[in-house]
């Protein structure tokens, strides 16, 4: 991690996972770890005026239906990339992005979304990229408030513009190609790479999750990285598992923070709520690749593993 980001150890871990109802700005001081926000906390701080919740869901329509009361909707793939290059958003874009969202220096940010936090996780991880001090990610996501009863309403907020101006993209938790994964995997046990796609993809038995646009033209994996599928770090509600289960879950694939670890999955998206366990919650060096399988497999000359030998094309 940056020097700039302090890791939560030992019994203050503990207060990652537990609600309280305190005031943001007294609960997560500047330069603290980021934490996960439970339910009954964020209910009581629904109308905080440091607090601004941030919808990030893949299911279109879903905001619009109904959401967290005082959430902002932000796209994924409008609003957090580069929709031309293939690129985070900038730093000036993602400054009018969040001041529009009323987000200013002091104020903690909570995201939620779909499918277990899957983009909320992405979204989490631009707002650290960009120098947001309190990011928390809503434990369960929308699936679990719901489960839960907790209401939702169409209200869309209209926030006083927040002041909030991005720093320099910290490169320390972004992998790119050339800096981090091909040094990684030519100087085999520099850095240890999680791959969190399905063993199918893994494996090279398939090329992409059934119904996804986003290709390469090989199969398989990075050699040297592990296989933990990303669904594997949260509990059937959605919620996180424990930090006991989460540090066995990666010790028993030999990742146990002592190197730093790269993240990646298809194009970055999953593999940052792989990022978030491993860096905000047990507080790992970790860097997430978000050019991921589609660059590294498409990229000539590039070296990879494929135990199915699928080939693109071929009958």
């Not at 309190?134 to 699936?143: A, E, N, Q, T």
Request: hydrophobic share 40%.
């Amino acid at each position: 991690m940056s020097t700039f980001r302090k890791v939560i150890t030992g019994t203050a871990i503990a207060g990652l996972l537990i609600s309280t109802g305190a005031l943001p700005a007294q609960a997560a001081p500047k330069n603290q770890a980021r934490a996960v926000a439970q339910a009954d906390w964020l209910e009581k701080n629904l109308d905080n005026p440091k607090v601004r919740i941030i919808e990030v869901s893949t299911e279109a329509g879903l905001y619009e239906r109904g959401h967290i009361k005082n959430s902002i909707k932000f796209n994924w793939h409008t609003d957090l990339v580069d929709t031309v290059n293939r690129d985070i958003i900038s730093a000036k874009n993602f400054s009018k992005l969040v001041q529009k969202a009323g987000i200013s220096d002091d104020t903690t940010v909570v995201l939620y979304g779909d499918k277990n936090n899957w983009f909320a996780a992405w979204g989490a991880w631009i707002f650290n990229t960009y120098g947001i001090q309190d990011v928390r990610l809503v434990d369960g996501g929308r699936v679990k408030w719901e489960k839960d009863g907790r209401p939702f309403t169409t209200v869309v907020p209209t926030p006083k513009e927040g002041n909030f101006v991005a720093t320099k993209a910290d490169k320390s938790i972004r992998a790119t190609l050339i800096r981090d994964v091909l040094p990684a995997v030519r100087k085999k046990g520099s850095a240890d790479l999680v791959d969190i796609r399905s063993a199918d993809e893994y494996n090279g038995k398939i090329f992409a999750p059934a119904g996804f646009q986003e290709l390469a033209v090989r199969a398989g994996h990075i050699p040297g990285a592990v296989n933990v599928p990303w669904g594997a770090n949260v509990n059937a509600d959605g919620t996180f598992k424990t930090v006991a289960e989460l540090k066995k879950l990666y010790a028993d694939k030999g990742i146990d923070g002592k190197k730093p670890i790269i993240t990646y999955c298809r194009i970055g998206e999953r593999s940052s709520l792989t990022w978030f366990v491993l860096s905000e919650i047990l507080g790992y060096e970790v860097k997430n690749y978000d050019g991921s399988w589609t660059e590294y497999g498409n990229g000539v000359g590039n070296p990879i593993n494929n135990p199915a030998g699928t080939i693109w094309g071929a009958a």
